[in-house]
């Protein structure tokens, strides 16, 4: 891949987190994914469907034989947003404390590294980086 098309896949990624965490994602699954039972289990699977929706798209347009890598995102964020959920609903953390902040910038970046191993393992396969 040449660093241009790399850069694209980095903004595709970007673009594909934004849109699913903040436009797409509705305040009941924002709200509701970390509270126990089939509720909280329903508000995330709808919540990391978009994700893994996107991921499949990004794979199938770059590298259409990883397409199985939307799947896994799917499986990976949904491990990442149930545990900050979790611990989030558990602990009772408003976005007036600053434990909420800090566990919403560690989901984040989880998911950053997630895409950043996406994005390596796509080159990688494609062949690497070519100038």
């Keep these: 891949m040449t660093p ?3 850069l694209l896949l980095y903004v ?3 673009l594909k987190q934004f849109m699913c965490d903040f436009i797409l994602q509705s305040d009941w699954m924002a709200l509701t994914k970390g509270m126990p039972g089939p509720t ?3 508000a995330l699977l709808s919540h990391t469907l978009t994700h893994g929706v996107g991921t499949t ?3 199938l347009i770059f590298a259409p034989a990883l397409w199985w890598l939307g799947p896994l995102d799917l499986v990976i964020h949904s491990l990442v947003d149930r ?3 979790m611990i989030t609903y558990q602990k009772g953390w ?3 404390d600053r434990w909420f902040w800090w566990s919403f910038g560690v989901d984040q970046e989880a998911h950053n590294f997630t895409h950043l191993a996406y994005i390596v393992y796509i080159v990688l ?3 690497g980086v070519s100038l």
């Design 83 to 85: 545990l900050k959920g």
């Design 57 to 59: 798209i990004i794979a």
């Design 4 to 6: 241009a098309e790399i």
């Design 94 to 96: 408003k976005t007036t």
């Design 125 to 127: 396969f494609l062949g």
């Design 12 to 14: 595709a990624f970007r």
């Design 40 to 42: 909280g289990y329903k």
